[in-house]
């Protein structure tokens, strides 16, 4: 697999790419999601067969969901967190990164926020 340039992360999506597995170890601050797909807005757009988003030592993360049951946001623990079926929004600003998409367990809509983590996107091209 090849190194996404930290300097095009910003140009990375995930449209119609379902999350195959995430690795979630909040004791060594470190997540691992592998996603089915990508897609990296550069030129006409290169188109990713996989793509592997690893963060880690992050100053601070925070889980939350929107329970529309409830119509309200509720923090998630890290021993609680819920995972990903999909990413249709990450945002990246300074040293921020938050992800968002629905549960694989609840449907809820989630978002994970890192502050000042470290970033590594690893990528497959398709043929």
């Given at each position: 697999m090849n190194?996404?340039?930290?300097?095009?992360?910003?140009?990375?999506?995930?449209?119609?790419?379902?999350?195959?597995?995430?690795?979630?170890?909040?004791?060594?601050?470190?997540?691992?999601?592998?996603?089915?797909?990508?897609?990296?807005?550069?030129?006409?757009?290169?188109?990713?067969?996989?793509?592997?988003?690893?963060?880690?030592?992050?100053?601070?993360?925070?889980i939350r969901?929107?329970?529309?049951?409830?119509?309200?946001?509720?923090?998630?623990?890290?021993?609680?967190?819920?995972?990903?079926?999909?990413?249709?929004?990450?945002?990246?600003?300074?040293?921020?990164?938050?992800?968002?998409?629905?549960?694989?367990?609840?449907?809820?809509?989630?978002?994970?926020?890192?502050?000042?983590?470290?970033?590594?996107?690893?990528?497959?091209?398709?043929?």
């Amino acid at each position: 697999m090849n190194v996404l340039d930290e300097s095009l992360i910003k140009q990375l999506s995930f449209p119609d790419c379902l999350v195959e597995r995430m690795d979630f170890n909040p004791k060594k601050k470190e997540l691992i999601i592998y996603v089915q797909g990508g897609w990296l807005d550069i030129d006409a757009g290169i188109k990713f067969k996989r793509t592997v988003l690893s963060f880690s030592q992050w100053e601070k993360l925070s889980i939350r969901k929107f329970d529309s049951r409830q119509e309200k946001w509720e923090s998630l623990k890290a021993e609680k967190a819920e995972f990903l079926t999909d990413i249709p929004e990450i945002k990246i600003f300074d040293s921020t990164v938050k992800l968002s998409g629905f549960s694989n367990s609840t449907g809820f809509w989630i978002e994970w926020c890192f502050s000042n983590v470290k970033v590594q996107i690893h990528y497959e091209e398709e043929e």
